[in-house]
């Protein structure tokens, strides 16, 4: 049998875009005219830059027409402002989002709640009726954040300790065996057996 002739990677890679371009839900915005964003592109906004990374290529796509623009700023450790989109709609009504500590799957649901019109109401409508999540992946990051709010309430050692006194008494420190180098392993012979040790 001839040997089985697999697909060029260029063309597996695009059946992966287009895929992904064209997943439920398609991301059509309603009435919309403009969308800006502006976050810092590294070491902070993390929700924001995911979301143009994942989603922001699903809206230009669904969106064609759409004047989208993207500012990516190189922020400083000592500079604290917020990520922000800024949507201008064809009536001249301009919104602002504020995308602050958000996940990207939130950014991209208040994005549609906003600009969805009637075709975002019906799929939600539709996944709640089914059991569903509205945004694929939605309820990991919903889990993943839920999971990081236990953690920072957590409470320090010491803190646990007046809490709970009588089952956080401290334990002994674990003394570790270091191994003795007064007595060295006995020489191999020529032969590659061991000589005894002398008594």
């Known amino acids: 049998m001839p040997p089985k002739v697999g697909l060029p ?46 989603d922001l290529p699903r809206i230009r796509y669904a969106n064609p027409d759409l004047n989208i623009q993207v500012e990516e700023v190189k922020k400083k450790k000592e500079e604290a402002w917020r990520p922000e989109m800024e949507l201008e709609f064809e009536n001249g009504k301009v919104q602002r989002l504020d995308l602050n500590d958000k996940w990207s799957t939130t ?14 109401k019906k799929h939600v409508e539709e996944s709640t009726a089914a059991g569903l999540p509205v945004i694929p992946g939605e309820r990991i990051q919903e889990e ?56």
Request: no cysteine; aromatic share 6%.
């Open 107 to 120: 950014i991209l649901k208040e994005l549609m709640t906003v600009a969805g019109g009637d075709p975002w």
């Open 9 to 54: 990677a260029g063309i597996i890679h695009l059946n992966k875009v287009l895929t992904h371009l064209k997943a439920s839900p398609k991301l059509t915005l309603t009435g919309l005219k403009a969308l800006k964003l502006s976050y810092a592109y590294r070491n902070d906004h993390f929700g924001a830059r995911h979301f143009v990374k994942q």
């Open 144 to 199: 993943m954040k839920a999971r990081q709010e236990q953690m920072d309430h957590l409470p320090t050692l010491e803190e646990w300790r007046v809490l709970h006194p009588q089952t956080s008494e401290p334990e002994k420190p674990v003394k570790t065996k270091k191994a003795s180098s007064s007595s060295p392993p006995p020489p191999e012979t020529s032969a590659g057996t061991t000589a005894p040790h002398a008594s």
